[in-house]
């Protein structure tokens, strides 16, 4: 309101100055200006108006920067925040919007780095839906000391076992390909499976999940900037999104689990400040 009382008083000086300015012996039909009469009106009206104008962008500037809580200008959504990774400066959502409709939070984020030479591949992000945040906080079983442990994986698997949905956001620092990151997140789980217990007909389910995954990842380059999430739904079901483009989910919920445990995992996981900020995140979100 204020910016646009500012417009209206500053057109409504335009019109009564420019006319004021010529001598009242000019009229439209009689338009004879002389010399005199155009540096009157160049040097007192034009800096005047400029002066004006220039006071509505410096105010409109000031309102905007300032974030001033106007009729006219409402306050930043939430859905435009961001946090930085602080390796990479990347920045990325605090909250996104999940296929349902509903918002998902920002637990904790981390880089993904390769080979011995540190090489920043993606920024992760794991996400919690907002309207679970207090079903999580009845359970009332959050230990930080025991998530960070790295012979016990059992506070991770507990979290994971509620029915809650919870998403992992990923976005390349540099250009990469839908199969190399398929790849990595197979050796994870293939990896995974060595090391537990299951039945051959356990295994031959998680395979199958496993070459349903593989199906899912995007053919083509997956480019700087660009987001694929992996969302863990309440009964399990893993569901993939690019760029907002449902990419396809696989009902296995051994996989699910162990997609999210990658990052989580007691030892070696896929990201280490991921986990370490995922457990300040929960205890921050818990408390």
């Not at 409402?74 to 990325?92: D, G, H, L």
Request: aromatic letters at 10%; proline letters at 4%.
């Amino acid at each position: 309101m204020f910016i646009r009382q500012l417009i209206q008083s500053t057109r409504f000086f335009i019109r009564r100055t420019s006319f004021s300015a010529f001598p009242t012996s000019v009229t439209r039909r009689n338009l004879k200006i002389d010399r005199s009469n155009f540096h009157f009106f160049k040097k007192d009206i034009f800096p005047t108006v400029s002066t004006t104008i220039g006071l509505v962008g410096i105010s409109y500037w000031y309102v905007y920067n300032n974030n001033v809580a106007l009729a006219d200008a409402p306050p930043k959504s939430v859905e435009f925040e961001t946090t930085e990774e602080p390796e990479s400066k990347v920045q990325i959502p605090t909250y996104i919007s999940l296929h349902d409709g509903t918002k998902a939070r920002l637990i904790g984020l981390g880089i993904r780095t390769v080979s011995f030479l540190r090489m920043k591949v993606y920024v992760v992000g794991m996400y919690i839906r907002e309207s679970d945040i207090d079903m999580l906080k009845k359970w009332k079983g959050y230990d930080k000391e025991k998530f960070m442990s790295e012979d016990d994986e059992s506070m991770a698997l507990s979290i994971l076992d509620q029915p809650i949905v919870m998403a992992i956001r990923i976005e390349p620092v540099r250009n990469t390909s839908g199969h190399h990151l398929r790849d990595g997140f197979s050796r994870t789980i293939t990896h995974r499976m060595q090391n537990g217990f299951m039945s051959e007909e356990e295994a031959e389910d998680v395979l199958k999940a496993i070459r349903e995954l593989q199906a899912h990842f995007p053919k083509s380059v997956v480019k700087t900037g660009t987001a694929l999430i992996l969302t863990k739904e309440p009964n399990g079901t893993l569901r993939m999104e690019y760029e907002g483009k449902y990419m396809g989910s696989v009902n296995n919920v051994w996989l699910t689990n162990n997609i999210f445990m990658g990052y989580l995992a007691a030892k070696d996981p896929i990201s280490k400040k991921a986990k370490k900020s995922i457990a300040d995140g929960f205890e921050e979100l818990l408390k």
